[in-house]
T-cell receptor, first 112, second 116 residues
Framework: GDSVTQMEGPVTLSEEAFLTINCTYT??????LFWYVQYPGEGLQLLLK?????DKGSNKGFEATYRKETTSFHLEKGSVQVSDSAVYFC???????????FGKGTKLSVKP | EAQVTQNPRYLITVTGKKLTVTCSQN?????MSWYRQDPGLGLRQIYY???????DKGDVPEGYKVSRKEKRNFPLILESPSPNQTSLYFC???????????????FGPGTRLLVL
């Protein structure tokens, strides 16, 4: 069945460090891919998405490229801030059922 | 403001006492869904609805019911709650998923449920 695997962390970085959170997926067909972010005590917010191979999603300095050949959608940011501390979820969306299949989340802590 | 709202935000109840968690969206979305979030398991879909009067089971539907009588509302019903339903619940909505599932799902703030 469809699945998403992401590095589980926790990840602790210093401010201005480079961030990579790995995400790979298994799916039939070509699903759309998403990164959501969950700040403490809040719901999930869309961070970025890509809907077809080689698409690059970007938002707030974060980027991820849909790589069909490696079935990956790694999240990157060149210089993290304390305010980026949150849990990050990689997900794919099934066309048929319409639901999101989530990875287990990666908790990021950024220290000043 | 476009949003998904849920009520209540926090709920403590006892085993077997029926409860309903409401969900409402103001974006005229066709698709609505319920997820539960558990430590180590991530988020899993409970039920979903493609449109009014059309609902179907997700990956973990046991012990839950839903209804979709109006486009904007999608309540989650626990007829006889049990302790293993203690969890954080999220409602989400979107336009119809699209040919490649490209439409974004928007999430409510969550309902934290404790069943004693």
């Amino acid at each position: 069945g469809d699945s998403v695997t992401q590095m589980e962390g926790p990840v602790t970085l210093s401010e201005e460090a480079f961030l990579t959170i790995n995400c790979t997926y298994t799916a039939t067909g070509y699903p759309s891919l998403f990164w959501y972010v969950q700040y403490p005590g809040e719901g999930l917010q869309l961070l970025l998405k890509a809907t077809k191979a080689d698409d690059k999603g970007s938002n707030k300095g974060f980027e991820a490229t849909y790589r069909k050949e490696t079935t990956s959608f790694h999240l990157e940011k060149g210089s993290v801030q304390v305010s980026d501390s949150a849990v990050y979820f990689c997900a794919l969306r099934r066309r048929s059922q319409g639901n999101l299949i989530f990875g287990k989340g990666t908790k990021l802590s950024v220290k000043p | 403001e476009a949003q998904v709202t849920q009520n209540p935000r926090y709920l403590i109840t006892v085993t077997g006492k029926k409860l309903t968690v409401t969900c409402s969206q103001n974006m005229n979305h066709e698709y609505m869904s319920w997820y539960r979030q558990d430590p180590g398991l991530g988020l899993r879909q409970i039920y979903y609805s493609m449109n009014v009067e059309v609902t179907d089971k997700g990956d973990v539907p046991e012990g839950y019911k839903v209804s979709r009588k109006e486009k904007r509302n999608f309540p989650l019903i626990l007829e006889s709650p049990s302790p293993n339903q203690t969890s954080l619940y999220f409602c989400a909505s979107s336009l119809s998923p699209g040919l490649a599932g490209e439409e974004t799902q928007y999430f409510g703030p969550g309902t934290r449920l404790l069943v004693l």
